[in-house]
């Protein structure tokens, strides 16, 4: 199974909701990241868990929270959304965290009224 | 900030023909990857070259690396229309960074 799934598909949330974001893949990798992609722009790295910790922040504003479970579930905790914030979030896994192909699920597009 | 910078941005060409995207980084690098995007969806790898390789097939594609330049290039030869996507390239840094490029959008006529 090479898959990675997202849910849910598509998300519409006011600027006060709370919702999170799943990502969950069953291939055994350790890594597990989440990319936010605006449109025609590339997906920005946001978060690395490695063995199930947070190794990489890209100055992620503290209204995203991640969260990782266990090693094949992948959680982002939104609160207090920005219109900006609007975009297609990736995850992806890899075996490892360095020098690996990195395999995205389809994602999900939010949309923060 | 982005580590590189993808080109051309757009490129239209016809079936059968061979389509070539260059992409440019700016330090030093462990790997250099290519990924294909079809509109909206997640990202589909398509090969992976280590800094010490300097050319890649595979099936259809051929990508080469050239890390005294700071530059890869990627193609793609007898293009179909399936190949309608976006491509970039991503490059895993010496300090831990992994960014992706600015993208190619590639455009088969049948």
């Known amino acids: 199974d090479t898959e990675v799934t997202q849910t849910p598909k598509h998300l519409v949330m006011g600027m006060t909701n709370k919702k999170s974001l799943k990502c969950e893949q069953h291939?055994?990798?350790?890594?597990m990241y989440w990319y936010k992609q605006k449109a025609k722009k590339p997906p920005e790295l946001m978060f690395v868990?490695?063995?199930?910790?947070?190794?990489i922040n890209e100055s992620v504003p503290s209204r995203f929270s991640p969260e990782c479970p266990n090693s094949s579930l992948l959680n982002l905790h939104l609160h207090a959304l920005q219109p900006e914030d609007s975009a297609l979030y990736l995850c992806?896994?890899?075996?490892?965290?360095?020098?690996?192909?990195?395999?995205f699920g389809p994602g999900t597009r939010l949309l923060v009224l | 900030s982005q580590q590189g910078e993808e080109d051309p941005q757009a490129l239209s060409i016809q079936e059968g023909e061979n389509a070539t995207m260059n992409c440019s980084y700016k330090t030093s690098i462990n790997n250099l990857q290519w990924y294909r995007q079809n509109s909206g969806r997640g990202l589909v790898h398509l090969i992976l070259?280590?800094?010490?390789?300097r050319e890649k097939h595979s099936g259809r594609l051929r990508v080469t690396l050239d890390t005294s330049k700071k530059s890869s290039s990627l193609l793609i030869t007898a293009s179909r229309a399936a190949d309608t996507a976006s491509y970039f390239c991503a490059t895993e840094g010496t300090g831990n960074q992994f960014y992706f490029g600015t993208g190619t959008s590639l455009t088969v006529i049948p």
């Open positions: 992806a896994s890899s075996q490892l965290h360095r020098g690996e192909t990195q395999y």
């Open positions: 291939m055994g990798h350790r890594a």
């Open positions: 868990y490695s063995y199930e910790k947070l190794s």
């Open positions: 070259i280590r800094s010490n390789e």
